[in-house]
């Protein structure tokens, strides 16, 4: 059987493994932010373009499960 502080440690192993979890996804979203930002900016109209086609996808989609 486990020991109170074998399961302490390992609940303490678990919860350091899931913040550094936490903090390598929150880099790679504001990564994924900074890139998209800097997209925008350098290609407004493309940007634009596909925001429209993504929102005509969506609605058509929608439309259909109706």
Do not use: C
Not at 6 to 12: E, Q, W
Not at 28 to 57: C, F, H, N, S
């Amino acid at each position: 059987m486990q020991t109170l502080s074998s399961v302490k440690n390992n609940i303490a192993r678990v919860g350091d493994s899931l913040s550094d979890l936490s903090d390598t996804a929150q880099l790679q979203a504001r990564r994924a932010q900074r890139a998209t930002l800097g997209y925008v900016r350098d290609e407004p109209v493309k940007a634009l373009a596909i925001a429209a086609v993504l929102g005509l996808a969506a609605g058509f989609l929608a439309g259909k499960s109706r």
